[in-house]
């Protein structure tokens, strides 16, 4: 069983940055895929970055290059997620995810979920 729980959300004004923090629990950290997806209300939830299980590898939605940044730290068993210039349709709740193996950009391919924090930007 693999827990995880994200922080770091709030409200800001465009062009602010936030950095999302998921802490996770349970075995194999270090084996696993990690990846962050946002669901804004009435839409479905998308991709917006993964990381290897080695942290050697990143991929990103063209949305987020060069705004986002995916990082972890296997000694802490944390991912984090540095989001820059933001937007206001960078709005939505953002997700950490965890997976055995590769990266991936679908969301079913993801077992574990955290419950997810608040991402609101102002214009």
């Known amino acids: 069983q693999v827990l995880l729980v994200e922080s770091g959300g709030g409200l800001v004004q465009a062009g602010d940055s936030l950095r999302l923090s998921c802490a996770a629990s349970g075995r194999d950290f270090g084996s696993r895929a990690m990846a962050w997806f946002h669901q804004a209300p009435g839409k479905e939830r998308e991709f917006v970055a993964a990381?290897?299980?080695?942290?050697?590898?990143?991929t990103y939605a063209d949305s987020g290059k060069g705004r986002f940044t995916i990082s972890r730290d296997n000694a802490k068993n944390t991912v984090h997620l540095q989001m820059n210039s933001l937007k206001p349709e960078d709005t939505a709740v953002y997700y950490c995810a965890s997976r055995l193996g590769d990266m991936s950009y679908y969301p079913s391919d993801y077992l574990y979920w955290g419950q997810g924090t608040q991402v609101t930007v102002s214009s």
């Open positions: 990381i290897s299980w080695s942290g050697d590898s990143t």
